[in-house]
């Protein structure tokens, strides 16, 4: 017969956490995160023939921010190079012209990244271009085809708050945009939810993950000037491949059998996946398919849990477990459940989209007396 300290005792310290969806036809995204960011001067030749920035990681989404100078705006980008072999290509059609003071800016990127790059060499054409460059590094971005909008504005009026082009992205997209403004760039306007990387050389440089399906752009503070925008962006990884949610059929890209899986589900509800749009898979999911396989984004969402599961105490006094969680490691920590825990795992579904949680359990006998939190906390990110 054990006692009740040493039923305490047996409870296990630590617990399994597997975050998962209620559905396993959908995986979950990653969550992209910043790296680094790194300006590279004002220079002729573009920028000093070479940029040094911190060592590159494995699986990562390197961006490459490119504005030109002193009425250079008929230069073109050539090619992007670095040390250890990583493959640069321009972002569609990303390259943005004002033809008001002949300047211009464009984006190149390369995915999933060798590890080691620490100079990367920008050759224009022609040779000699004067001009500016400013570096991103991200993970959890899409190793396969991460690149999902482009957005050009052209020869835009004088303004002191220029706007980048507007994309219209699903949730959890990486939008990169940058403006080369004829004034100079003070800061972002205020409520903009854009991060102000940079500001070399009076020129705007800005990221966002987003947090919902919508339209996006940065808007910055500056001298009034003419301006031109361009701005991508990129879908997170996903084990269902570059085409993230929309991607019903896990192939990597969105296209027409994706929209015939989707009006399936439009014709028999049965086969809606529970967490897909809210299980609702009607015309407006098909339309969304519709829309990103015509490179128009993916607005479709998907529900996030966190599914928890821990050995359970062998002690015959154990009447079930509360769970518990917080957004710090160390509390304070919330209880989940209004009835002890019997049976496994626990399904968390009151998560939200770009958060980290902690979790804890205490174990409960059959006197009502409860032991300390497991640890260590079980931590879970919310793409």
């Known amino acids: ?23 396993l036809s959908l995986l979950a995204l990653g969550q992209i995160s910043l790296v680094h960011v790194t300006p590279c001067g004002s220079t002729s030749p ?51 012209v004002d033809t008001n003071s002949n300047d211009m800016g464009d984006i190149w990127y390369a995915k999933n990244s060798l590890p080691g790059a620490t100079v990367l060499t920008i050759t224009p054409n022609p040779t000699g271009t004067a001009g500016t460059v400013v570096i991103w590094e991200f993970s959890g971005a899409d190793t396969t085809a991460p690149l999902d909008q482009t ?34 760039v003070t800061s972002m306007v205020g409520g903009n939810a854009f991060a102000s990387d940079s500001m070399v050389s009076g020129n705007g440089w800005a990221h966002l993950v987003t947090s919902s399906a919508g339209s996006y752009a940065p808007q910055w503070n500056s001298t009034s000037g003419t301006y031109c925008s361009s701005t991508v962006s990129f879908v997170a990884s996903s084990s269902a491949g570059g085409g993230g949610v929309c991607d019903l059929n896990h192939d990597g ?8 899986l989707a009006t399936n589900m439009d014709l028999n509800p049965t086969l809606c996946p529970a967490n897909l749009d809210g299980g609702v898979c009607g015309q407006t999911l098909v339309q969304q398919i519709v829309n990103a396989a015509l490179g128009e984004g993916c607005s479709a969402t998907i529900n996030y849990s966190v599914s928890l599961a ?38 968390d579904s009151t998560v939200t989209a770009g958060q980290i949680y902690y979790y804890v359990a205490t174990a409960v006998d059959t006197s009502n007396n409860q032991s300390a939190y497991s640890s260590p906390p079980a931590p879970a990110t919310i793409p």
């Open 1 to 23: 017969m054990y006692s009740k300290r040493t039923v305490l005792q047996r409870f296990p310290r630590s617990l399994i956490l597997i975050v998962s969806l209620l559905s």
């Open 46 to 96: 573009f920028p000093a023939t070479t940029c040094s920035i911190p060592s590159t990681g494995s699986g990562n989404l390197l961006v490459v921010g490119l504005t030109s100078t002193s009425g250079t705006g008929t230069a073109l980008v050539a090619n992007v190079t670095d040390n250890v072999g990583n493959t640069y290509l321009e972002a569609g059609t990303a390259r943005a």
């Open 151 to 184: 957005a050009v504005l052209d020869s835009q009026a004088a303004t002191a708050t220029p706007s980048g082009a507007s994309v219209t992205v699903a949730a959890n997209e990486l939008v990169i945009s940058i403006a080369n403004v004829q004034g100079h």
């Open 253 to 260: 890209v969105v296209n027409v059998v994706d929209v015939q």
């Open 310 to 347: 821990w050995t359970a105490s062998t002690s015959p006094n154990i009447a079930g477990y509360n769970v518990y969680r917080g957004t710090a490691s160390g509390g304070p920590y919330t209880q989940l459940n209004s009835s002890l825990v019997t049976t496994f795992p626990f399904i």
